[in-house]
């Protein structure tokens, strides 16, 4: 993945990828960034919080650290696919399928949309509920061969996993609280405060 072999690789020759816009010909095309790096930027400037991680270990590490900055490892977490209990079963985690009891939802998600930095999520992960009726704390487990360029691209890879029936309740979250989401334009949003532990498995 280009960005991240920019922050954790080794450096290589600059490439015409890097050459500012404004150093090319003002006819040349702009240059668009790679899906990852897109996606980043977007998530951030819409209020996300983004781990990366090259290894399960450090998905547990930094889920770790997301329970003790929140002081959530008493605490009830909703959890819907089973098979986030079992990865992370080191924890002992105290999940209920009680929305009301849970003080933050761990999910997966069908994909993530580099175009607007959004995260497409279906039945799958949500069954029927609408995201207001969900806690305001999510932690998404993701890696990065979810990665697709706009959300026709993700609904077309819904389609194509889908096999027996296409899940129902799809929708994306896009807008993520912050420590300065005290305006009244964030009034009565779904908007929630997200954490998203990315694995490279590319």
């Known amino acids: 993945m280009s960005l991240f072999r ?12 890097q050459i500012p816009n404004q150093e090319r010909g003002k006819y040349m095309p702009e240059i668009k960034l790679p899906a990852d790096e897109r996606f980043t930027i977007n998530f951030k400037a819409n209020g996300g919080k983004f781990l990366y991680c090259e290894t399960m270990d450090e998905v547990k590490d930094s889920f770790n650290s997301i329970l003790d900055e929140n002081q959530w490892h008493d605490e009830n977490v909703f959890i819907i696919d089973d098979r986030l209990s079992e990865l992370f079963k080191d924890f002992n985690l105290n999940s209920t399928k009680t929305i009301s009891e849970s003080s933050y939802f761990l999910s997966t998600c069908e994909y993530l949309v580099s175009d607007d930095g959004s995260l497409l999520i279906s039945s799958n992960q949500i069954a029927e509920k609408k995201l207001r009726e969900l806690p305001d704390h999510f932690i998404i487990y993701a890696t990065t ?6 959300i026709g691209e993700g609904l077309k890879g819904i389609k194509a996993k889908s096999k027996l029936a296409i899940p129902t309740n799809i929708t994306t979250i896009k807008h993520f609280k912050t420590a300065d989401d005290k305006d009244f334009l964030t009034y009565g949003s779904s908007s929630k405060n997200l954490y998203l532990l990315l694995l490279e498995d590319l």
């Not at 920019?6 to 990828?17: A, V």
């Not at 061969?145 to 706009?150: L, T, Y």
Request: proline share 0%; glycine share 6%.
């Open 6 to 17: 920019k922050l954790f690789g080794k450096k290589s020759d600059q490439s015409e990828d």
């Open 145 to 150: 061969s979810q990665f697709v360029e706009n």
